[in-house]
């Protein structure tokens, strides 16, 4: 079968709107992986400071051993929104690759080009989850260091 150029026009411009979502999900991925990032360096300074013979960090062993929990639960919510957001974009590719496939080779695959569509709006959606519970545990623990502190911090009442 011979494609015509006006229908290579056609086929391109199906394929545009899957191909701008998946220039979001790589824009998610870019804000996932820098949060994992960040995690991990924080990760290294605490434990070099639990394996520190300093002084300085004295008695703090259970805040920073606190901290690191919560640093993995953190790293493992970024790590399965990475994997969602990963099939996301592995899903759009084959939707745009679907789109073209049944085009030139005039194949009927629409039920199958929607289904991975629809599969790749739900782990898209499962990603943003993750990452929103990962949000709200850093911040649930922020929280609870600020009271923390303020608590050490405030004068005893007479």
Same mark, same amino acid.
């Given at each position: 079968m011979e494609i015509r150029p006006d229908e290579i026009g056609h086929i391109?411009?199906?394929?545009?709107?899957?191909?701008?979502?998946?220039?979001?999900?790589?824009?998610?991925? @870019?804000?996932?992986?820098? #949060?994992? %990032?960040?995690? =991990?360096? *924080?990760?290294?300074? /605490?434990?070099?400071?639990?394996?520190?013979?300093?002084?300085?960090?004295?008695?703090?062993?259970?805040?920073?051993?606190?901290? @690191?929990?919560?640093?993995? #639960?953190? %790293?493992?919510? =970024?790590? *399965?929104?990475?994997? /969602?957001?990963?099939?996301?974009?592995?899903?759009?590719c084959m939707v745009v690759a679907g789109l073209f496939i049944t085009d030139t080779l005039d194949l009927r695959l629409a039920s199958l080009i929607a289904g991975f569509f629809v599969l790749a709006m739900v782990t898209l959606t499962g990603s943003f989850v993750y990452l929103l519970t990962e949000i709200l545990l850093a911040t649930e623990f922020m929280n609870r260091q600020r009271q923390q502190h303020e608590r050490r911090e405030r004068p005893p009442l007479r």
């Open positions: 391109i411009q199906l394929a545009i709107a899957p191909v701008f979502l998946l220039t979001g999900v790589g824009t998610n991925m @870019l804000v996932l992986t820098n #949060r994992l %990032a960040r995690i =991990i360096d *924080r990760t290294r300074q /605490l434990e070099e400071r639990l394996d520190s013979p300093d002084q300085t960090f004295a008695g703090q062993d259970e805040f920073i051993l606190a901290e @690191l929990d919560v640093l993995f #639960r953190r %790293a493992k919510k =970024i790590n *399965r929104a990475i994997f /969602l957001s990963t099939s996301c974009a592995l899903l759009i």
